[in-house]
């Protein structure tokens, strides 16, 4: 299909905004600026009063676990995990999985992101049965915790969802393997899901450096810091993305620049777990590639990738006592273009010719848009998700003036809500 | 008018969330619980599905800088204002004060503040009719930097203000004097505005202790620190707001204890300026007063009261590593309870027999809202100030499913516009 969106105030590459007309043809963005001759739209979007953005990439989230928002709050990190998270995990079941992932699906679209990176299981067909169905952007990955039974199977699963989806739903599924961190898979597992992941040519997914107690045990039972502990395990041969990265030291910068690992900060979930403040201002002038993630819904507690890009740039000024930190457009730009690298999406994250007609415009109707000096601060300091009216990820629309068109939302919060009932019974 | 709210769910004074009917009588929240028999309703306001809580108190703002919303970002703190922000301001005239109050308002109506602590100047009376019109509070303060010339008039203006205002506009508009801050104001000034304030039973609105630099050059200037410095000229006799007190010593917590000063903290602000982070947990370990505050939009760059709670739940934890540094209740506590306190306003900030009918219907369709886990923790971590549905100040009904009922949005955006393009023009 051939769309024109007409009027928009867009979001460039080099994150000057100007007034462009948008060409899609079918998946892909094929003109920018004054309409071409040839071109025939089978549908035009009145896009004035509005900013075009390119969708927004969640680089680290668990989408299923939108199921467990604000189940357990305000407690310490280990009563969080052993008393409320674990166990209700344990009970939830395929069904479970796929609501929840509807249910982020829904949050998602409303608030501006077109791909996310997911590490979850055991279900992760369920996962991309939602994808597929959303018109969403998923790279998927069944993070496995090797210390629980079974991790062998575990590992065999893994591979065959990466042959099995790896490049499905025209594309739009992408798979990685994920041992889900260094405290929850022994060092010789580890070495095992490189091997595999090299053979198979998948990229891996991994949390890292994510509290100081994670460094303090590897330490203890290691006797190395987490990333020359899990460089020699051979994972880092792989492409990697590694979520969280907070406690970080000059020798992991090396070893990070060395592999070309691409981080997935987190800002809100760190904050909230209270894990600490990542090094992203160093890592940005380290030319670093760093995306914006949210975490699951229960650390964060929402999916709201506008507000992890306003996070990234207000956090790191007053960590630095330093204004100037993270500007809006380094913070925009890790949250789209940044993203789309850290996952691995090619083509992705720019409103750009050749580039996926993933797009999002931004309504400019609001108070928090008035008056109009910078478009580009105001979406990041001042302006909400909710202010998100349309969306496109390869070339499809899947909301339009606030309307979904793939996905049942009342149906999705209906059935989100009949899994907890069952859950809360069971564990 | 009799106005019965029925179905929703209520945060109550211990911030406990239960079922109630709210029943109002002109400008008193009159009962809760079950429908008194002597009650006829005039109008009945369908809850359902929404949490009722009291309207939230922005306990520092200048509301007119809504005019210079993100026409200045991302610059060092001296730069911006002595390139930027002064030279625009010098420009300004009574309607600027006027339009740029009444965006505020809106915006500040349509994220679920109900009362707002003003300090700005010069045309303090500009906000004080919009104030009047909108059916907001307002706490008004014309904020006096004595180091400009013609500082006595100004004092004079501001005491002619608390007569002509305070208790104005059926009780909604109070009024307190204000030395914008110490390093605006020379202590000779700031005596002679203590000694006026203690004459007319004035309270005070001041900015202090917001940055490593004011109280480095407080050193040099006067051998003491901001706290003792301000003590000395007798200012804290009054009830005193002290906007920020970010950097605070061990004597300076003995000061703001021994003369009940209420602090309005600026999360939002602190970070994007990277002021630093104020002692907040200890503060409210040591039963000071707190309220929150957005500061202007010029430096935030919205008035999203929601956005504040949820920052003050979230930085407090990252910036002391411990989950536990402030609730997502102590949060929402600070955002309502904690604001009225401090700006002085006797009746509100609570859902309680007796106090003022300021209440806000948030709505819990949206996907951020489920699964109903927790409503509390939702409004603090997860929902949005988008999410507001219906407010009520002093019983009067001034928004019903986004509409709002007092101000004419669009002819206020058109204004505003117009004012910044002839501010743009003269500065």
Known sequence: MNILIKGAEVLLPDMSVKPQDIMVQDDKITALGDLQENFIPDKIINAREMLAIPGLV???????????RSYADDMALEDWLSQKIWPIEDAMREDD???GAALAAVEMIKSGTTAFADMYG???????????ESGLRGVLARGIVAVAPGCMEKLADSVS???????????????MLSPHSLYTCPPDFIEKLAAEAGKIGAEVHIHMAETITETENCLKEYGKRPFPHVEATGLFAQGTLA?????LDDEDFRIIKKYNIRVAHCPGSNMKLGSGVAPVPRMLKENICVGLGTDGASSNNNLDMLEEVRLVALLHKVHDLDPLAVSAAEAIKMGTQGG??????QDVGKIA???????????????PWHPRHNPLSQLVYSGSSNDVDTVLVNGQILMEGRRLTTLDEEKIYFEAERCVERLLRHS
Chains 1, 2 share one sequence.
């Open 122 to 132: 055991p279900y992760m067909r369920e996962v991309a049965k939602v994808v597929a």
């Open 353 to 367: 010719v050749g580039y996926k007609a993933d797009i999002v415009l931004i309504s400019r109707k609001n108070a």
């Open 58 to 68: 969640n680089a680290h989230t668990h989408a299923s676990m939108t199921l467990l």
């Open 97 to 99: 999985l796929y609501w």
């Open 340 to 345: 789309a690298e850290a996952v691995g999406l």
């Open 161 to 175: 969802i990466y042959k099995e989806y790896h490049g499905a739903a025209e594309g739009r599924i992408t798979v």
């Open 243 to 247: 979520a969280h990265c907070v406690h």
